[in-house]
């Protein structure tokens, strides 16, 4: 057994809708959360300054003595996972393989489609995955770059938002898929707008529960469970002020967020391993 | 007569609007562009956060010995240029002054719009800046934090530009503004559909023209301008690899970008004043 937290880190508040899937099938844990909402989004950035990002977050979180990392960020699970874990020797979980098992065992017509940021689309990580759990699926993608901002700006919902879902997904809806996996941790927010105008008969697919599937199943089997008796602490860190976390965190989490504190990653120095 | 290169900067391309201005009012000028492309945008983030992104990449512009320098970005411009003039000794120019003179001069009902990201609008720069020309011109603004985002993604006359435009507008144009500034160096993009949105008779203003009228003056009353028979060399610098910046910048200047290097300004160290 391990009385270590667990580490989560996103881009920004979008991670915590991981969060909230941890907390709800593991609450005996710890957990220390990170959004980097300085330099948030990371769905627009180059893979190394992505990567350069997330070395540097996982150095600040290994730091504070963590048993197991989860990289709540599409972005980062798509281009910087392999890079993390070469240097890190902890459990590192992305969203990305969660994803991709549960859009494999869902699809009933073998056409799946994927919805992300120009990084995780342009890394085509959703598809490898997809394919080297089940060769035979078709995977059709499709970046979506103004879902990020039109959550944030809370138009989930209006003839913007509509317009928008229509002008993305049309190819997606005409190539018949019959399993879209929101490949973006913010996209659930739109998730009326997008299930309604993929219309019927399409499910769609979040990585949220199957990651946090994972990470119980890690714990377990290493022994690093807590007993299920405790009752875990939650812990936030952000690069930019609170304030607009605060702000939007309470509806990403669903519930009020306490202990939010404010740190500079580039004065973190090297990783003590 | 100064040999030195005038220094611009901008969260990431949108400044190159306002660099092509002052080469072509002074063409004889060396220039320092650094786009800051690792952590674009910054009209979303805190002053403080913004400040020390500001800070610096003056260091790093200071340390290359510039002779002016132009914050070519609003938002820096609106929450960060005191303490840059307090930090550093040489001339500094924002967006927003320009900006302000020009829609006061411009303005026949005394009624002026303002538009630009949400750290700009809940600066009030403008309206100070406008009122201290002349107290008797109203001021309403309007932040709208998904224009930048859809001049990147290239959308800026389809159906979703136009729809944003009326409801971001809307209340803008129904006060009778007879002026709207363009305060975010990303609108000139969507100048078409913001100029149809508003209708006739509004006339709009990007600071960029007079922003390099206001340089010329400084650098010929200070007798910092080079000979008029000089042709300068330009020189750019980012943070995120060069090749977005190239894609987009190429459009935002009008003409090709040559000699753009990534930099990472946190390496940088202290400034030698």
């Known amino acids: 057994m391990s009385w270590k937290a667990i580490g989560i880190f996103d881009s920004g508040v979008g991670g915590l809708t991981v969060l ?10 710890d957990t220390l959360y990170l959004g980097d909402t300085a330099r948030v ?5 180059s893979p190394e300054t992505v990567t350069r990002y997330a070395m540097e977050i996982t150095t600040f979180l ?21 890079a993390l874990k070469q240097r890190f020797s902890l459990p590192i979980v992305g969203v990305i393989e969660p994803g991709a098992r549960r859009a494999a065992s869902v699809t009933k017509t073998g056409k799946v489609g994927v919805i992300g940021t120009e990084g995780t689309i342009r890394s085509s990580a959703y598809t490898k995955a997809i394919k080297r759990i089940n060769p035979e699926i078709e995977v059709i993608t499709r970046a979506c770059p ?43 927010i739109l998730r009326e707008t997008i299930a309604t105008t993929m219309g019927e008969g399409v499910q769609l697919v979040d990585s949220a529960e199957e990651t946090a599937r994972t990470v119980a199943e890690i714990l377990r089997n290493s022994c690093m469970i807590r007993p299920p008796a405790e009752r875990g602490n939650h812990h936030y860190f952000v690069t930019d002020v609170p304030a607009g976390f605060l702000k939007v965190g309470n509806r990403f989490l669903g519930e009020t967020l306490h202990d939010v504190h404010q740190v500079v990653l580039e004065k973190e120095g090297c990783v003590a391993q």
């Open 146 to 188: 103004l879902f990020v901002p039109l959550a944030e700006e809370g138009w989930i919902d209006n003839d913007v938002a509509r317009l928008t879902a229509e002008i993305y997904l049309r190819g997606l809806k005409n190539d018949g898929v019959d399993t879209l996996v929101l490949g973006c941790t913010h996209y659930p």
């Open 41 to 45: 989004p990371y769905g627009t950035k």
């Open 20 to 29: 909230k899937e941890i907390i709800k099938s593991l609450p005996q844990e």
């Open 62 to 82: 290994v730091n504070r003595d963590i048993k197991l990392l989860i990289a709540a960020c599409n972005t980062v699970s798509a281009v910087s996972l392999e």
